[in-house]
């Protein structure tokens, strides 16, 4: 069994184990807003979000890597709402004196959203949206995108590949008192023919808990992607990252900070340092 497999069992067992745990505790008079930082935003309300998140290599070539991701998104009393998504990418490198620089548009994102209440405690999510082809290489060579989104941002590998692909997730979320936790599970389906793995189909596996303590929530969190394709050497045709994270909520702002590293093959090469602002609608 693979590292990548033994971390997600690992994670849905951790998952599971707290869905049980919430359900059968007694509900504080208080409840926890369930807001994770790398989680899908399938179970997240009427928001604007922005995120800058910095990884940096700590190998033997300094570099950096940028990719900024604003997210818009509004719901219905009914739960019915629609977000759209835009990230870009930039990288710096120094080696040895010879600095160069890069800059990319990734795929706009457009979808529709469905919440529901199903009992007090839980809440069901569904996503069904489009990653459109407006990503644009400038002087990064066309692996370096999705190779900076799968250290980054894994799961949303299909706004860093070139072409057309159709995101369908669902998401439930449990929270009782001041714990919550989440689950995401999720499909990538390019549009058209596979030329190379990077066109194969993207499945993708986020789980996250947290714990809200009055305007103050931390979050421990771990994205995992695969692509479904034909067995091949890509280099990572699995990744996953987890990090950590604080949110500080005041009336309808929420600043937060992310610690997150990847766990497959570049582990302990990049630490990415994530800062946000959420804007609640």
Same mark, same amino acid.
């Given at each position: 069994?693979s590292?990548?497999?033994?971390v997600?069992?690992l994670?849905?067992f951790?998952?599971?184990?707290t869905?049980?745990?919430?359900?059968?505790?007694?509900? /504080? =008079?208080? !409840? #926890?807003?369930?807001a994770?930082?790398m989680?899908d935003?399938?179970?997240d309300?009427s928001? @604007?979000d922005l995120?800058?998140?910095?990884?940096?290599?700590?190998?033997?070539?300094?570099?950096?890597?940028?990719?900024p991701?604003?997210l818009?998104?509004?719901?219905?009393?009914?739960?019915?709402?629609?977000?759209?998504?835009?990230?870009g990418?930039?990288?710096?490198?120094?080696?040895?004196?010879?600095?160069?620089?890069?800059?990319?548009?990734?795929?706009l994102?457009?979808?529709?959203?469905?919440?529901l209440?199903a009992t007090p405690?839980?809440?069901?999510?569904?996503?069904?949206?489009?990653?459109?082809?407006?990503?644009?290489?400038?002087?990064?060579?066309?692996?370096?995108v999705?190779?900076?989104?799968?250290?980054m941002? /894994? =799961?949303? !590998? #299909?706004?860093?590949?070139?072409?057309?692909?159709?995101?369908?997730?669902i998401?439930p979320? @449990?929270?009782?008192?001041?714990?919550?936790a989440?689950?995401?599970?999720?499909?990538?389906?390019?549009v058209a023919g596979?030329?190379?793995?990077?066109?194969d189909?993207l499945?993708?596996?986020?789980?996250?808990v947290?714990?809200?303590?009055g305007?103050?929530t931390t979050?421990?969190?771990?994205?995992f992607?695969?692509?479904?394709?034909s067995?091949?050497?890509?280099?990572?045709?699995?990744s996953?990252?987890?990090?950590?994270a604080?949110?500080?909520t005041?009336?309808?702002w929420?600043?937060?900070?992310?610690v997150?590293?990847?766990?497959e093959?570049?582990?302990g090469?990049?630490v990415?340092?994530?800062?946000?602002?959420t804007?609640m609608?």
């Amino acid at each position: 069994m693979s590292r990548s497999a033994v971390v997600l069992a690992l994670a849905t067992f951790t998952f599971t184990f707290t869905t049980l745990s919430l359900a059968r505790a007694e509900a /504080p =008079a208080a !409840e #926890a807003r369930p807001a994770f930082t790398m989680m899908d935003n399938t179970g997240d309300g009427s928001e @604007v979000d922005l995120a800058f998140p910095i990884a940096v290599g700590v190998g033997s070539t300094p570099h950096q890597t940028y990719r900024p991701r604003l997210l818009v998104q509004d719901l219905t009393a009914g739960g019915f709402g629609g977000y759209a998504a835009l990230q870009g990418t930039a990288v710096s490198t120094d080696d040895g004196g010879d600095r160069d620089h890069g800059y990319s548009i990734g795929n706009l994102e457009l979808g529709g959203l469905y919440q529901l209440a199903a009992t007090p405690w839980l809440d069901l999510a569904a996503r069904v949206g489009v990653a459109l082809p407006t990503m644009t290489h400038g002087d990064i060579p066309r692996i370096w995108v999705p190779f900076a989104t799968s250290i980054m941002r /894994p =799961a949303d !590998e #299909a706004t860093g590949i070139p072409g057309t692909r159709f995101r369908f997730a669902i998401s439930p979320t @449990v929270h009782r008192g001041i714990a919550f936790a989440r689950i995401d599970l999720g499909v990538d389906v390019p549009v058209a023919g596979q030329e190379t793995q990077l066109d194969d189909t993207l499945g993708h596996a986020n789980v996250g808990v947290g714990v809200a303590l009055g305007a103050f929530t931390t979050t421990a969190e771990l994205e995992f992607v695969d692509l479904l394709g034909s067995p091949g050497d890509f280099a990572f045709r699995t990744s996953s990252t987890a990090g950590v994270a604080a949110r500080y909520t005041r009336g309808r702002w929420s600043p937060y900070l992310l610690v997150s590293s990847p766990l497959e093959t570049f582990r302990g090469d990049y630490v990415t340092l994530t800062a946000g602002l959420t804007a609640m609608l």
